[in-house]
C-alpha cells in the first residue's frame, strides 16, 4: 500500500530519498500465542519503508538504517547479534535480523566457529545446501536459541516496478525506484528487556525506557496512602 501510494505522487529524482514511517498496532491470526509479549495476535510494531533513486543510494541507506538499529539495541543494553537472513516472502537481495540470544526465543541462530559471522537456520538452508560459511566456508557452527526483535530487508524494485513506482532519471531513462523495508517490534520488546534485565526485586529498566530515574519512599505513615 505504501509503494502504491508512492507510485501516484513522486515522478522525480529530486522528490528522493524519502523515509516513510509507520508505527501502530497490527495483527494476526496467530495460532499460538505465548510468553505474553512474545507472541501475541495484537502487537505494536515500528516499520520503516525508503525509497531511494538508484542501488548505490538504497545500499547506503540500507546501512545507516542497519547501525542505527544496531544503536538502539546498544542503548537498550541488550546483546542483540545481526544475522544473514532469508527475505521469505518479503523477497528482495538482502536481509538481517537482529536477534537476541535466549531461551525464550523460537528462531536458531548459527554462529560461525570459524569467523564468528551470525546467520539464520533458514538462511544456512535456503541459501547455502553445503552448510557452509558464505565468509570463511567453514562448516562448524555454533546453535543457539534466539528472539527476533528487528529485521531489515533491501528489497530493491520487487514492488517499485510491478506497481509502476517511476522516476525519469538524470538523463531522461524511466526506471523504477529503489525500496528498502525495515521494523522493530516495539511489543516483543518489552518481552526482551524483562528477559534481559530483571533481578530478584523485579524489573530493571535501562535509563533510556525507564518510566523514572528515582523514587522517593517515606516512613512516615501519613504520607503513606
Not at 536458531?108 to 552448510?131: P, Q
Not at 518489552?190 to 535501562?206: C, F, K, S, T, V
Not at 525506557?209 to 496512602?225: K, Y
Request: with cysteine; charged share 25%.
Amino acid at each position: 500500500e505504501i509503494t502504491r501510494i508512492i507510485s501516484q505522487s513522486i515522478s522525480s529524482p529530486h522528490q528522493l530519498p524519502l523515509r516513510l514511517y509507520q508505527i501502530g498496532p497490527k495483527f494476526r491470526r496467530e495460532l499460538r500465542p505465548r510468553n505474553l509479549f512474545m507472541r501475541m495476535r495484537e502487537f505494536c510494531m515500528k516499520d520503516l519503508y525508503t525509497f531511494d533513486v538508484d542501488p548505490d543510494a538504497a545500499l547506503r541507506t540500507y546501512e545507516e538504517v542497519f547501525h542505527a538499529y544496531s544503536r538502539v539495541f546498544k542503548r537498550l543494553a541488550l546483546e542483540v547479534v545481526p544475522v544473514r537472513a532469508s527475505s521469505g516472502n518479503m523477497g528482495g537481495k538482502l536481509s538481517h535480523e537482529f536477534q537476541m540470544t535466549s531461551e525464550l526465543g523460537e528462531d536458531e541462530v548459527l554462529l560461525c566457529c570459524g569467523c564468528g559471522h551470525a546467520y539464520s537456520a533458514e538462511f544456512l538452508h535456503d541459501s547455502c545446501k553445503s552448510r557452509t560459511c558464505p565468509h570463511c566456508s567453514g562448516s562448524h557452527f555454533s546453535s543457539r536459541r534466539a528472539m527476533e526483535l528487528g529485521h531489515t530487508f533491501y528489497l530493491g524494485t520487487r514492488y517499485t516496478e510491478p506497481l509502476r513506482a517511476i522516476i525519469n532519471d538524470s538523463v531522461g531513462v524511466r526506471r523504477p525506484i529503489e525500496m528498502g523495508c525495515f521494523g522493530i517490534g516495539i511489543s516483543r520488546l518489552i518481552a526482551a528487556l524483562a528477559e534481559a534485565h530483571h533481578d530478584q526485586h523485579g524489573l530493571r529498566w535501562p535509563e533510556c525506557v525507564a518510566p523514572f530515574n528515582a523514587v522517593i519512599i517515606t516512613d512516615d505513615p501519613a504520607h503513606l496512602t
